[in-house]
């Protein structure tokens, strides 16, 4: 069944899943700003994997503080590194210093992503966020994706506006996609998109009637993504208590 958010054991819901999907996506990066934009989810990535096997990752509390702790959700840090003013976040983002996870409204194969309108944009249907932050960290850092609902409307053939750069246009590195049903790169030909995993309880051919394009990888034996290992359902325990993350991926 595309898309639901059964049990994959009696103790791991698919936000489980999701979440260790996204902290994977932090792997090996070192003394970086890692930053989840948007839910919990990617809030949560960002400090399970420094709590976990990226020990030496920059976290902040979400608008201007250094976490020298690293504090569940909604609860302030006890023990603060320093203070990080927008003109030093723009700093790091300028200079590589950052890996940010970011949502889009639309992504296609090459990972360019639109968060600015639907439809043409001299006169669109909707208008969005606009280009934000996106062109900077898509230019200069590791950037990855969080998609909740993996669907057509997202994975669209083309997007509608370029907000964030892929991989034919001058990204730097695009990292991991991770939705509610899968795990892709930008490992295909030409840098285009492909299918890594598919969460437990999901199929491929589930994720390639919810993508708008040809998925690379998809006509291969994929592997099941990885679910969460006692250490990190512990500590997802003592940091969203209150079980925030299935807002996102309802359980």
Excluded at 57 to 62: A, C, K, R, V
Excluded at 119 to 124: L, S
Excluded at 212 to 237: N, W
């Amino acid at each position: 069944m595309s898309g639901s958010a059964e049990t994959t054991t009696a103790t791991t819901t698919r936000a489980d899943v999701c979440v260790v999907a996204c902290a994977e996506a932090f792997r090996g990066d070192g003394e970086i700003l890692a930053a989840g934009i948007g839910g919990p989810v990617t809030v949560l990535a960002a400090r399970l994997a420094r709590l976990t096997f990226e020990p030496d990752l920059l976290t902040s509390d979400g608008v201007c503080l250094l976490t020298g702790d690293v504090p569940a959700l909604g609860a302030a840090p006890e023990v603060v590194e320093g203070w990080l003013p927008f003109r030093d976040h723009l700093w790091l983002v300028l200079n590589g210093r950052r890996h940010v996870m970011l949502g889009a409204s639309q992504i296609d194969r090459y990972g360019n992503t639109n968060i600015s309108c639907v439809g043409d944009w001299a006169r669109p249907k909707a208008q969005l966020l606009g280009v934000r932050g996106a062109p900077g960290n898509t230019r200069c850092d590791p950037t990855s994706y969080w998609i909740p609902r993996h669907g057509r409307r997202v994975f669209v053939p083309e997007v509608d506006m370029v907000s964030g750069v892929g991989t034919d246009r001058g990204a730097y590195e695009l990292r991991r996609v991770v939705t509610n049903l899968a795990v892709l790169d930008f490992s295909g030909p030409g840098g285009t998109m492909r299918l890594v995993s598919v969460h437990p309880g999901v199929s491929v051919a589930d994720v390639v009637a919810a993508t708008g394009f040809e998925l690379s990888g998809a006509d291969g034996d994929v592997p099941r993504t990885r679910e969460p290992a006692a250490e990190e359902l512990r500590v997802l325990g003592r940091l969203d208590p209150g079980r925030l993350r299935e807002r996102e991926v309802p359980a």
